[in-house]
């Protein structure tokens, strides 16, 4: 059962360079999400999926880009990383079930940008 | 604007006792809410649920209260056990126009279950 996985689990940055943080699930959820998580803050929305094709911004959605191509893949795009991007990322999937919507969390990426 | 709070940045109680962690709202469109349960470097999971037209929900020892006219809901957790040790978010959507995907979270409460 693998659920939501993201890869990498950590990575270092320097200012102005890109990434991509990777994620997958094998749930056929139509919906996906990225989080971010920082100290005191609780998890905030960056970006969100209703499904293949369809993307839209959440409450910090700036310095990230997200496609979805497939219905398995969420990646998140950081074109040129910022200290402020430092945080620990989750991503997520869901599906609706009646009035029910519960999200899968993957175990996150922690990120340092310096 | 912090649309979910949880106050209580931690909470200490023993092995056996109730836990209570407790969650504020602002929105009145949030008809629905989740408790998510996480432990260091693992991502968060889904605890218990409830919806707006329902005030309490349990799950085994897990049982979410929902006070719609305070804004107000708890978690309980009786009895406590070591292993319930964790921060605990509180979580908030609306059903309303397809976006009940998108989840508020308040800022965890961090829970020591002590033996």
């Known amino acids: 059962n693998a659920g939501v996985t993201q890869t990498p689990k950590f990575q270092v940055l320097k200012t102005g360079q890109s990434m991509t943080l990777q994620c997958a699930q094998d749930?056929?959820?139509?919906?996906m999400s990225w989080y971010r998580q920082d100290p005191g803050m609780g998890l905030r929305l960056i970006h969100y999926?209703?499904?293949?094709?369809?993307?839209d911004q959440g409450e910090v959605p700036n310095g990230y880009n997200v496609s979805r191509s497939t219905t398995e893949d969420f990646p998140l795009r950081l074109l040129s990383a910022a200290p402020s991007q430092t945080s620990v990322y989750f991503c997520a999937s869901s599906y609706l079930a009646g009035d029910k919507n519960i999200q899968y969390f993957g175990a996150g990426t922690r990120l340092s940008v310096l | 604007d912090q649309q979910v709070k949880q106050n209580s940045p931690s909470l200490s109680v023993q092995e056996g006792r109730i836990s209570i962690l407790n969650c504020d709202y602002t929105?009145?469109?949030?008809?629905?809410f989740l408790w998510y349960k996480k432990y260091p470097a693992e991502g968060p999971t889904f605890l218990i649920s409830i919806s707006s037209i329902k005030d309490k929900n349990e799950d085994g020892r897990f049982t979410v209260f929902l006070n719609k006219s305070a804004k107000h809901l708890s978690l309980h957790i009786v009895p406590s056990q070591p292993g319930d040790s964790a921060v605990y978010f509180c979580?908030?959507?609306?059903?309303?126009?397809?976006?009940?995907?998108?989840?508020?979270f308040g800022k965890g409460t961090l829970l020591t279950v002590n033996p």
């Open positions: 979580a908030a959507t609306t059903n309303s126009g397809g976006s009940n995907y998108k989840l508020t």
């Open positions: 999926s209703v499904g293949a094709g369809i993307t």
């Open positions: 929105n009145s469109m949030f008809d629905y």
């Open positions: 749930m056929n959820h139509e919906y």
